[in-house]
């Protein structure tokens, strides 16, 4: 009876208006101290506890990776290479849309990141070729939901410290049912676009593809380095997050230059020679091959006793050498220049920007832009810790409470199977999705059902992959879904337009909701394949 009492505290705090990390926390205090013979120090301990918990660190630093590349030119460079990609398909610039969400999902691992970046520029777009408003902003809505899905995820993290399971394991699990997810999408996209005859790009040739890719590659590599990094035993999961906070800054600062004092600043002035920019092309595309074997090779052979970092740093020169050489040879036909001249042209053009960076380089860091991005960041990990560091003293209320395991005895004793009790979960998580941020539904639910789990044989990592998705569909289910009010705001339609608008896909998602519940191998094969079987102590 006492722990029922704990559960409406919770209602009456919510009901009456307090934030949700407020309710979660003010309640199991409450409880503690009148209801309980837990100690108030187990308070304190449950809240250090989330501040130096190892896996919950990775958190603050994909949320600054995140804030650095939802800068306008990283969103538009993915758009640009997803409507070359696609476009040409009746519906593509809606497809573009979907793909360019999933690409930015694999940057960002937060799904208002994703609406925020990809919809402020897809929307407009689309409303300029005879999309109407409601229908752009509904697969909008939709698509940004795959930031939680497709790895990295913060969701992923949060699960895998409630319960304990591999983080690693959960970004492996979520790719095929991330592009899985992304495809049903466009397929009812498609669908849609035949049926209403919406328009379709023009086709322009597999080299507007290579562009396109080329201008979104230096973005798109921290895909390589997060996966590849954590894969190849190079970091963990947590270390990979500091190394993308770190790439992304330098990619948004100095790269690509969406921010900071270089805004303005290009790489290749008009006043520079066609020998100069040609020579400095293939200089440019020597040390960015360079760069990338050095790190690929590195994931790939740093365990290798046969292959020294010497050796791998040899055969890197020297296609480096040869990809420069091909590049000034085939574009330099027309200049009558040698190539070593064509080369060497090049070399004051990286003169000029490297100084440039280098002066540049601590007011980059810490100018303006660069502190509003932390601030924002910031801003965000407070907020989102907060309500998952009360969670977890909710959960562990719970837990010195035994309400888990009561749990576990009545559901097995009232005849539960794997397969009912996953309708139960899934039913328990769309409706607690609409009320509560997905992290800390996560915290609360998942210590309570990973037992039960565990005892009717359901995969964790399969059980983690359906809990996400349960979240995707809860961030676009009114009236707490965060993502129907970041496309509202984006957009200025009002909040029940959007939530009109956005739950025919809503559908699309209920129905990839049953195909992940029940059949487990799409969540699982890739994972245990590479790292084998997830073992729950």
Request: net charge neutral; with cysteine; aromatic share 12%.
């Amino acid at each position: 009876m006492e722990s029922i009492l704990l559960f409406v505290l919770v209602l009456a705090l919510l009901f009456i208006g307090l934030p949700v990390g407020i309710s979660l926390g003010l309640s199991s205090i409450l409880f503690i101290t009148f209801f309980s013979d837990d100690s108030l120090s187990s308070v304190a301990i449950s809240l250090f506890g989330v501040g130096t918990h190892y896996t919950l660190l990775a958190i603050p630093f994909f949320i600054v990776a995140s804030s650095y590349m939802s800068t306008g030119g990283v969103a538009k460079r993915l758009i640009n290479f997803a409507i070359a990609s696609v476009g040409h398909f009746r519906g593509g610039l809606a497809m573009a849309s979907v793909l360019a969400c999933m690409m930015f999902a694999a940057l960002s691992g937060s799904s208002p990141a994703t609406v925020v970046a990809i919809g402020t520029i897809a929307i407009a777009g689309m409303q300029q070729v005879g999309y109407s408003k409601e229908f752009a902003a509904g697969i909008i809505a939709n698509a940004g939901t795959l930031g939680i899905l497709i790895p990295p995820s913060i969701v992923m993290v949060v699960y895998a410290a409630a319960t304990d399971v591999s983080v690693g394991r959960m970004f492996l699990a979520g790719v095929i049912p991330g592009l899985m997810a992304g495809g049903m999408l466009m397929l009812a996209i498609y669908v849609v676009a035949r049926i209403k005859g919406l328009p379709s790009e023009e086709w322009k040739g597999f080299g507007a593809i290579i562009r396109g890719g080329k201008e979104a590659g230096w973005g798109l590599f921290l895909i390589v380095i997060i996966m590849g990094g954590i894969y190849g035993g190079v970091f963990t999961p947590t270390e990979a997050a500091v190394v993308a906070a770190i790439y992304s800054m330098f990619i948004a600062l100095f790269v690509y230059r969406d921010m900071g004092p270089l805004k303005e600043t290009p790489w290749v002035l008009e006043s520079d020679s066609k020998v100069a920019k040609v020579g400095f092309s293939g200089l440019v595309y020597g040390v960015s091959f360079f760069l990338v074997w050095e790190i690929l090779s590195f994931f790939a052979l740093a365990d290798s006793e046969s292959i020294t970092g010497g050796d791998r740093a040899i055969w890197g020169l020297i296609m480096s050498i040869g990809i420069a050489i091909f590049y000034v040879f085939m574009r330099g036909k027309s200049l009558n220049t040698s190539i070593p001249a064509c080369l060497l042209a090049g070399l004051p053009i990286w003169g000029r920007n490297l100084s440039i960076m280098g002066r540049s380089f601590f007011p980059a860091l810490f100018g303006d832009e660069s502190r509003k991005v932390m601030f924002e960041g910031t801003k965000t990990t407070i907020m989102l810790m907060f309500i998952i560091a009360n969670a977890f003293l909710f959960a562990h209320t719970l837990s010195s409470e035994r309400i888990p395991q009561m749990i576990t005895e009545w559901m097995l004793g009232a005849g539960f199977n794997w397969f009912t009790f996953l309708i139960a979960v899934n039913i328990l998580l769309l409706i607690g999705g609409q009320f509560m941020e997905p992290s800390g539904l996560l915290v609360i639910v998942a210590p309570v059902v990973f037992p039960i789990a565990m005892e009717l044989g359901v995969d964790p990592i399969h059980l983690g992959i359906m809990m996400v998705v349960n979240m995707e569909i809860g961030m676009i289910t009114p009236p707490i879904g965060l993502n129907l009010f970041v496309t509202s705001g984006i957009t200025g339609m009002s909040l029940s337009r959007v939530v009109k608008a956005a739950m025919p896909f809503v559908a699309v998602l209920m129905v990839f909701l049953i195909l992940i519940t029940y059949i487990p191998a799409l969540s699982t094969t890739l994972p245990y394949a590479i790292m084998g079987p997830e073992i729950v102590n």
